[in-house]
């Protein structure tokens, strides 16, 4: 069994998270007294150290080129071993090394007790909640290096099948690692959804836009039913473009049902895609239109290597402009021809943006602030990002919560996402981070240097206690 987190790491964390709210309060009773600035400490110095070891440790490698590139071939090779030796399940080596190192920095555990001990520690630094997922409903597309539901998968290998069957496998399969995973959440966390993860009768009615199985449709409600009981989110997750339009439909036919007040359930667009924006907009009227709340997760992309070229924006400046303009509208409550002075006037909205861009999310909080303090209508706006990853953004969006300038009632949200599993379900996945740190190479190494740095800064601080306390 994988071990509790360090009880010092997590409360040296929490202690500094307490600190920073202490001081916001302070500075709140006492403002205009001092005019003394105070200083910030880095965004890392959030991090148990622990935590920030292992992090210096993988952007060591991944923003190495020179060393990325051996590494990845070699995790590629554990992801289809071929004899037990190889197995990071079956060898108790191989096992301890991936779990003390890269497991343990990308994953939330093996079982119940793992992932609450670690959704615990993740609470403990300050985030607001968690986004599981079950890694087992995911698989690498090796052509590509992307993820896909396993229904792709056997859709590829064993064809188009011939009847819909009494009793999915696949489906039941996926209904009860998605349950399991969903008695897992707290209240306001959030479950994330991959529909292709349950299996290829699923897989080729998303295809061809046909109706779920029935099966398939029931374990939805169920799905629903108990994010409902939890108090949390559901986030649908955006897939190729030769399912998503598919999907789509079935994430608005979810918000008709269940997001009358709030939302529970997301749907997921694609700033990279030329489509989002008119997508987004239809959508928005028909919320508008039908009276319910859409909620609204807001990425750049993930499938770039296998979507035909011309459906996606020429330059990565172009996607930036895009997902920066989109949050913008939403939060603004401005979007194409909807808006609060318009005779369409402006749905609800609840915005969720996944990013690792520094400067997409300081320019989502600095909207968000200008309008709580013009006292304008605000969005419900929370930020995530992966587990074990960007967490100069993470940690930087924990730092403007606690800070006493920010408005309280817009006050950050962050979030961090999980994937859970045993090794053998979690490799694939950890390919896949891999893979993306080998894409965001230069993002990687901005990251190593900020870490290497806080790193130095703890090591300098000891050894200057350490003389100190000589005397």
């Known amino acids: 069994m994988r071990p509790a987190p360090s009880s010092f790491s997590r409360t040296q964390a929490h202690s500094r998270l307490t600190l920073l709210r202490a001081n916001r309060i302070s500075q709140r009773r006492h403002v205009g007294i001092s005019t003394t600035p105070t200083r910030t400490p880095p965004p890392h110095s959030l991090l148990p150290t622990g935590m920030l070891l292992r992090s210096l440790l993988i952007a060591t490698v991944s923003s190495n080129r020179i060393l990325l590139t051996p590494s990845l071939a070699i995790l590629s090779f554990f992801t289809k071993p071929h004899s037990p030796l190889f197995s990071v399940d079956k060898n108790p080596i191989l096992n301890a090394l991936f779990k ?83 008695s897992m959440l707290e209240e306001g966390d959030f479950l994330a959804l991959k529909f292709t993860g349950a ?22 409600d169920a799905v629903c039913q108990r994010a409902i009981e939890r108090k949390a989110g559901i986030l649908i997750d955006a897939e190729q473009q030769f399912v998503q339009p598919a999907i789509d439909d079935i994430a608005l036919s979810l918000m008709r049902r269940y997001n009358r007040q709030q939302a529970i359930v997301y749907n997921t667009y694609q700033a990279y895609l030329k489509s989002t924006p008119s997508t987004l907009l239809d959508h928005l009227h028909c919320a508008k239109g039908e009276g319910f709340t859409i909620g609204v997760k807001l990425v750049r992309g993930a499938y770039m290597n296998s979507e035909p070229r011309g459906l996606i924006h020429d330059t990565k400046q172009q996607t930036d402009d895009s997902y920066n303009s989109i949050a913008e509208g939403l939060l603004q409550h401005r979007y194409k021809d909807l808006g609060p002075d318009t005779t369409s006037g402006f749905p609800k909205v609840n915005l969720f943006l996944a990013t690792h861009n520094k400067q997409s999310a300081l320019h989502a909080y600095q909207v968000q602030q200008q309008r709580a303090e013009a006292g ?96």
């Not at 995530?384 to 403007?400: F, K």
């Not at 990687?444 to 100190?468: C, D, N, P, Q, S």
Request: aromatic share 8%.
């Open 100 to 182: 003390s190192t890269v497991y343990r920095h990308f994953c939330a555990g093996e079982d119940v007790l793992e992932v609450k001990n670690t959704i615990d520690s993740i609470k403990d630094m300050g985030f607001k909640g968690v986004i599981l997922t079950y890694a087992r409903e995911v698989v690498i597309e090796a052509s590509e290096g992307h993820e896909v539901g396993v229904g792709v998968k056997q859709l590829k290998e064993e064809g188009i099948p011939t009847q819909e069957p009494a009793f999915d496998e696949g489906i039941e399969a996926w209904r009860q690692g998605v349950l399991e995973t969903a």
């Open 199 to 220: 299996g290829v009768g699923v897989m080729q009615a998303l295809k061809d836009q046909t109706s779920l199985p029935k099966q398939m449709q029931d374990s939805l």
């Open 376 to 471: 304008l209508p605000l969005t419900k706006v929370q930020y995530g990002q992966l587990l074990g990853m960007a967490d100069e953004v993470s940690c930087s969006l924990l730092q403007l919560a606690a800070d006493p300038r920010t408005n309280v009632p817009a006050s950050p949200e962050a979030y961090k996402c999980l994937s859970w599993g045993t090794l053998g379900d979690c490799i694939s996945y950890l390919f896949r981070r891999a893979v993306e740190n080998r894409d965001a190479i230069s993002r990687t190494k901005v990251e190593y240097h900020a870490l290497r740095k806080e790193v130095w800064r703890r090591l300098k601080k000891a050894i200057t206690f350490g003389v100190a306390g000589r005397y």
